[in-house]
């Protein structure tokens, strides 16, 4: 619950998913198009130690659903 609560003030906010920063240039993962980074790094941090790798497949496995 508080992961998807996260996501929803990042979308908000367009807030780095990871660090948190607010940033005009922060850029929407191309996958799920539902979180933002500031950069690469934060990114690949966020894939491999967050749970964005998981949540990031189950958005796009919905998104399939909805457009089939």
């Known amino acids: 619950k508080k992961q998807v609560e996260n996501m929803d003030k990042s979308i908000e906010n367009k807030l780095c998913n990871h660090c948190s920063s607010s940033s005009s240039t922060n850029k929407k993962c191309s996958a799920c198009q539902t979180v933002y980074y500031c ?30």
Do not use: A, T, V
Not at 48 to 64: E, I, M, P, S, V
């Open 39 to 68: 950069g690469k790094q934060c990114q690949k941090i966020d894939w491999k130690q967050g749970n964005h790798k998981f949540w990031c497949q189950q958005l796009q496995k919905r998104l399939q659903q909805k457009n089939k």
